[in-house]
């Protein structure tokens, strides 16, 4: 064979190699205890870099990919490792300080190497130092930080800007461990602030910044002196300009701040990411006007027509931001956003779209859902997820296209999809439906069309219990009664559960539809699963009574009650003499946002084999932390009806701030007072409130709170037992904080003597309000349960509002009362001169109180209050209360 044909030969055969070689990963199949065996090589004298590279590469790979060490193996394999230090390979070495970093939190004695990374951090080979430095850092506790103090801040100088960029990373990393010791080098971290590479100059500026974040005066002279400056790093302009806007807002400044001039003149600066980073950060800012963000909006609307697609992207996302909140200030970009739709990178023209969608006229509706169908089908769920978002919005900003738009999510809704995708439309579709009366019987025959080829039980279920909701109300209610009962013959068992409640629905609130609900109950009951069994025996029993009160009660609203205080309940009530029967009205009512999805989420609760665990909710977790305190236990006060929200009683920026949460009993109140001592020169200890307590109050216990440290929270309870009369439960009770203080050391916070003197602070008032003894409640059907109510404790009262508007009206009575507005009622229509009010709640004691508010625009507002409730005095509480 020639010289030529051998070498053509040796050129086939090494192409094959590497072709088996790239056909997979040569270290899937790795096992620990064989590496291990193979590390031993790193004994062998001399040092054979080549397998030495190998071996230590796949340790590495296997400790990155989660394996797991002992101690004895990681600490011989540590050592084994620090033996190639003798090596003056350079790759080897490099490998050798990863090693050290990996075991370094397993293996036992590992300061040992100390020496050998201070000299590599010290010495005059480049390519090492910046790979110690890391390494020593990562090995070093605090008592060992003051040795290599020395070399750590000459590294963070150094000229080589690896080195110095290794050692600004590590000083970070350190502060966690050794605060106080990397203060001490702040002043050659400021001298790296001024360091002409780019990456030393971003490092320096975020350690410095971070060494000074707590000090709030630091921060303003560090912004005061580098705002002037003109960094070279945009990475270190990024990082200023994000401070600036921490600092506008947590001062919260106004566009008037030298900051925001900052922030404003980097919309000018020569890097591209710098003048996004500035336009983000305006349009993000919570006060910004729509004067302000016009330059920023001027600056995303060139980045549209950049030839890069990552500022179009980034472009015309950020505006697609912005067209949410100042629609206005977007609508000058249109036509460059109408140019992107047909952009080659189909996440910007999904973005371009959606945008044009909340920003365009009524008029371009239609052109922009033809453009949207024309590719909506190429884009990813995750963008077909924005444009539903989009189209909802729509719906709601412009209500007499529903018809076109509720069409287009129809469409949306029968292409292929994931379980995220459709239900954004379902719920894009329900929204469009509860907001606009009009569009209801054309998305309820969209949807009832959807279940009738859906894959995703969830959502037959959502679906279901929406058409349940919402069908009876109809003009034509009997069309749905096929839709829901091919559910029970075709679908599978929890679907078939929440098509049997729906069908009860129909039958409880249309009358002439109950002999045939009826009938189809009768045959639900041989189904297959005891669970749907069970719901069609339980309601074909309630609806044969033919009596409104209980099918109020048991099929139209049902039990409303916390599920997780419920099961808490029936533990107790079991350990127990159970001498009495079990007494419903001592559970919480639910919270309005568990009330809102419950009857879909007890549908949706069948589908798991097991019962699901309910999780604990605030009242539970209030009622644990009460009864943890042993002179409240011992009261015995009974169930906990409610927590009010926390109400301060100081401004935020006092030196003692206090807050009260009001936990309201059958006959005696709560308070929990959340104190917050905020001088670090003191420490205040016996913190008592004194209370001026109102007639027919009594005072019961107080807990008060030891000690009170620098930023460390203390809580004090009073319990007060409330007066038998009902109109006497509203109070005002003024309050100041008693203590004793102590002057300590700012640092170490023990107190200079055993000494202190006593000193008062003066707190707002506590008020205790109707809305504290109440509980919101969900009802679904108002006008069953105003009729179930009956009249026999009704009342009525006229008022004149001073409000201007229905819907300032509507706000403030709803607040006033802390009731839950039922059936839409808060929101008040365009255009209208008078509205009606629905409010529903429970009263302490479980107590179930309603209220209809008829409301009239006049010179004021005029009202007619009505309420009913099962006691005469808490009628009279409800509408005494607006006097």
Known sequence: MTPISEIMMSLKKDKKDEEERDGGNPYSNLEKTSVLQEARLFNETPVNPRKCIGVLTKILYLLNQGEVLGTTEATECFFAITKLFQAKDTVLRRLVYLGIKELSGIAEDVIIVTSSLTKDMTGKEDSYRAAAIRALC?????????????????????????????????????????????????????????SDHVMVQYHALGLLYHIRKHDRLAITKLLAKLTKMSLKSPYAVILLIRIACKMIEEEDMDSGSPYFDFIESCLRHKSEMVIYEAAHAIVNMKKTTARELAPAVSVLQLFCSSPKPTLRFAAVRTLNKVAMTHPAAVTACNLDLENLI????????????????????????????KQ??????????????????????LCTKFPKKHGILLNFLSGMLRDEGGLDYKASIADAIIVVIEENPEAKENGLAHLCEFIEDCEHTSLAVKILHLLGQEGPRTSNPSRYIRFIYNRVLLECATVRAAAVSALARFG???????????VLLGRCQTDSDDEVRDRATYFKAILEQQQASLNSQYILN?????????????????????????????????????????????ESMMMSKGPEKPTA??????????????????LNLGPLFRSSQPAELTESETEYVVQVIKHIYSGHVILQLDCTNTLNDQLLENVTVELEIPDGWELITEVSCSRLEYNVGGTIYVVLATPEEIGEIVATIPASLKFTVKDCDPTTGDPDSEE???????????????????????????????????????LSETFSLPMKTLDEAVKNIVLFLGLQPCERSDKVPEGKNSHTLLLSGVFRGGVEVLVRAKLALSDGVAMQLTVRSQNAEVSELMTTAIA
């Open 756 to 794: 202190g003197y006593s000193d008062d602070y003066q707190l707002e008032d506590i008020d205790i309000s109707v809305s504290d003894y109440v509980q919101r409640l969900m009802k679904g059907n108002f006008a069953g349960g105003w009729e179930e109510l009956g009249e026999e404790n009704e």
């Open 372 to 393: 949207i169908a024309s590719f909506v089908s190429e884009i990813s769920d995750e963008f077909k997820i924005v444009v539903v978002q989009a189209i909802s919005s």
């Open 342 to 369: 047909t952009d080659t990178n189909r996440s910007i023209a999904t973005l371009a779209i959606t945008t044009l969608l909340k920003t365009g006229a009524e008029s371009s509706v239609d052109r922009l859902m």
């Open 558 to 602: 049902g039990i409303q009650v916390s599920l997780s205080s419920l099961e808490k309940a029936l533990h107790a009530y079991t350990l127990s003499q159970a001498d009495e029967r079990f007494d419903m009205k001592t559970v919480p009512v639910a919270s309005v946002e568990e009330q809102k999805p419950s009857a879909a989420k007890m």
């Open 138 to 194: 990562t090995i070093t506790d605090p008592v060992m930080l003051q040795a290599i103090e020395r070399y750590m801040k000459q590294a963070i100088v150094d000229r080589n800007p690896s080195v110095s960029s290794a050692a600004l990373v590590s000083a970070l990393h350190l502060s966690k461990t050794a605060p106080e010791v990397v203060k001490r080098w702040v002043n050659e971290v400021q001298e790296s602030v001024s």
């Open 617 to 634: 909710t605030r009242h539970d977790v209030f009622v644990d932390r009460l009864s943890a305190v042993p002179e409240i236990a011992q």
């Open 508 to 518: 409880a609130l249309c009358d002439d539809l109950l002999p045939n609900v009826l």
